[in-house]
């Protein structure tokens, strides 16, 4: 499993986590231990669940689980 961190949570950087989501890859071929951004987790969990462009996150047809603590958030269960 390859670890990689993501720094700054803008456009591009949502759309490559969704990827890694959406084609099955976050916790299996990748692990995500950072994203680097200047707003706190849980505004960076709601920008992920609620995009503007491309709707509420989804994979395989099924809602994306996303929540939020204070230094981190959760997707599917797996912690960034």
């Known amino acids: 499993m390859t670890t990689i961190a993501i720094n700054g949570f803008g456009r591009i950087?949502?759309?490559?986590?969704?990827?890694?989501?959406e084609q099955g890859h976050l916790g299996t071929t990748f692990n995500v231990?950072?994203?680097?951004d200047i707003v706190p987790a849980d505004n960076l969990a709601y920008l992920l669940k609620y995009d503007t462009m491309h709707g509420?996150?989804?994979?395989?047809g099924k809602t994306v689980?996303?929540?939020?603590?204070?230094?981190?958030?959760t997707v599917n269960g797996k912690v960034t």
């Not at 689980?65 to 958030?73: H, L, Q, R, Y």
């Open 56 to 60: 509420r996150f989804q994979a395989g």
């Open 13 to 21: 950087g949502r759309l490559v986590f969704r990827a890694l989501v």
């Open 65 to 73: 689980d996303v929540s939020a603590t204070e230094n981190s958030f």
């Open 33 to 36: 231990v950072a994203v680097g």
